[in-house]
């Protein structure tokens, strides 16, 4: 008996071989959330609604800086702000809904690839998910990216499991319901999507297959309501207490950032290939039989095709993103889980010497990755030295050649037909490289945080001193300093907030100034270039701090 072959190996010893490994991951998974400084925009944005929500009480209006902020529903915001209740505010705490919801999605994917397709699938498939770039990435990101995937991933695998069969049973109900549940939860994650993006893959299945036998099975009666109660009451509140948000939150932030350019994040309709080429890596290259392979495995006769609709999930979300006009390389991520089920699922009917060659490319891409990464320093900016890139790419380096090495662990147990050592092999590289990047990138937080600058700022700054922030918004700030900060001549994404409360802002920077000159004590943040304009024009200050970045002044 192999050492390695879990479906061989007497139930104890398996058992043993799988908590191991889950106890491993566990660790990979989540020792470095506390490790890194929150990074601007997103997570010093999402850390701070938060921060403000559990700090103010109002569980039901958003807001950001003290302003009213709509664009996102507000599962996550809970989520965190409660997580901060119960563990305190710290960079981990804020990550923890992301890191949580990464986690479980793997184990997810284990779980219902196992059941659909058989044990060694699941196995495969879980390996595949927790250790592709794009995925182990995100899952170590304050966004919410990765808590809407995993809504969408649990309505996905609970309509697949609810296929199984040809009776309706109690289980089949039971699925449902918990699919109608992740659609509801999907919908308070952000918004339509998750109920628009499940919706769009059964219509492109039942067009496909002609076939609208499954549609029965979908309880939409019990299903709606459950959503509802999920969905509805946070609707109607916030509505109640803000009559401007259904417009903006229905309208503006989904028919018009899917329509217009109104968000300034246009992108060519090619965008997401190469996020899907490089984000699926190490598991790129099994990619094209995998998808292939998915078309035509199902069996002729089974009345529903679970690997055709996983396909066509997938396709119908890619397709979606890549239509709209607002695009970032992380709304391509529900597909992930999808696609991790397809490629465990071929990884069974894989011979070795095949995915031996499969995984020599990676390892090539690995000891390219080792050369170049010295290459990064030439990315540096006004904003970013390059002797920051020189650090962080030593940290490429780190990342690139374990990948190289477990790629050639990973190709001898392959030729030696040794599939499932092989797999975990890859797997442990692949999750080593992000999780040794992402570290890494602590490096370059003094141009992409302001954690540095708060211990400068504590001491000094009491309740009652002013703070302003001049032309610009620094996302992490408020997060780092447990205060807002009133906003000089600066509107971009608060805009619509603003609109509603226009107090909370000083429009013109001849107010400022005035302001400036009666505050007894005031601090203000802001570029250099706007600290080389106000010194100038003569207005007092005295230097607290600066970076490449930032500039903290105080009145004298």
């Known amino acids: ?3 390695d072959d879990l479906t061989l190996a007497s139930g104890f010893t398996r058992t043993r071989v799988l908590a191991a490994l889950l106890l491993a991951f566990c660790v990979i998974w989540f020792c470095n959330l506390d490790y890194r400084s929150l990074v601007r925009p997103d997570e010093g944005r999402y850390a701070e609604i938060a921060r403000e929500m559990g700090a103010s009480g109002d569980w039901t209006t958003p807001r950001l800086n003290g302003i009213k902020y709509f664009e996102k529903p507000p599962l996550q915001y809970w989520a965190t702000a409660t997580a901060y209740k119960a563990f305190g505010e710290h960079e981990w705490t804020a990550r923890l809904w992301t890191a949580l919801t990464g986690f479980a999605g793997v184990l997810m994917v284990g779980f219902a690839g196992a059941r659909l397709f058989g044990r060694r699938a699941g196995f495969y498939s879980a390996a595949v998910l927790a250790s592709n770039i794009l995925y182990a990435a995100i899952g170590h990101i304050n966004t919410l990216d990765m808590g809407v995937t995993f809504c969408l991933t649990l309505g996905l695998l609970s309509f697949l ?12 109900r039971l699925w449902m319901w918990l699919a109608w549940t992740a659609m509801g939860f999907g919908f308070l994650s952000k918004g339509l999507i998750g109920l628009a993006l499940p919706a769009a893959a059964m219509v492109a299945y039942a067009l496909v297959h002609r076939n609208i036998a499954f549609l029965k099975r979908l309880e939409p009666v019990a299903g709606i309501a459950i959503m509802l109660a999920i969905a509805l009451p946070w609707i109607v509140a916030v509505s109640i207490a803000n009559p401007e948000f259904p417009h903006f939150f229905f309208i503006h932030e989904h028919f018009e950032r899917f329509l217009t350019q109104a968000h ?14 490089v984000g699926l890596l190490p598991w ?9 392979a998915a078309w035509k495995g199902d069996p002729t006769g089974q009345a529903f095709k679970p690997r055709r609709f996983l396909l066509l999930y997938a396709a119908v979300i890619f397709l979606f993103f890549s239509t709209s006009q607002s695009k970032l390389p992380s709304y391509i991520l529900p597909i992930f889980p999808a696609l991790a089920l397809l490629v465990g699922e071929w990884l069974t009917r894989v011979r070795g010497r095949m995915l031996t060659w499969l995984i020599l490319a990676i390892a090539v891409l690995a000891l390219a990755g080792a050369i170049a990464s010295p290459w990064v320093a030439n990315y540096e900016s006004d904003k970013v030295p390059a002797a920051l890139y020189a650090i962080f790419g030593r940290w490429i380096l780190s990342g690139t050649l374990t990948l190289l090495a477990a790629s050639c662990i990973a190709m001898f147990f392959a030729w030696r037909e040794r599939i499932e050592a092989a797999v975990v092999t890859l797997a442990v590289g692949g999750l080593l490289l992000i999780q040794v990047i992402m570290t890494g990138h602590e ?9 540095h600058l708060a211990g400068t700022l504590a001491p000094l700054l009491d309740a009652d001193t002013p703070f302003y922030s001049v032309r610009t918004y620094e996302q992490t700030l408020p997060f780092y300093i447990k205060r807002t900060v009133t906003l000089v001549d600066y509107r ?3 805009d619509f907030g603003l609109k509603q409360e226009p107090e909370l802002e000083i429009p013109t920077m001849e107010e400022f100034e005035a302001r400036w000159r009666n505050d007894r004590k005031a601090m203000a943040i802001m570029g250099p270039d706007v600290y080389r304009e106000l010194t100038g024009r003569g207005l007092p200050m005295r230097l607290l701090a600066e970076d490449a970045r930032r500039v903290i002044v105080s009145r004298p």
């Open 443 to 451: 490096t370059l937080s003094p141009s992409f945080s302001t954690s």
């Open 1 to 3: 008996m192999r050492p």
């Open 161 to 172: 499991m609810a296929q199984r069969g040809d009776e309706r049973t109690r289980e089949t």
């Open 264 to 277: 300034h994040r246009t992108a060519p309709w090619w965008f997401f290939i190469p996020i899907l080429i």
């Open 284 to 292: 790129t290259p099994m990619l094209g039989q995998t998808l292939i």
């Open 492 to 494: 971009d994404e608060l």
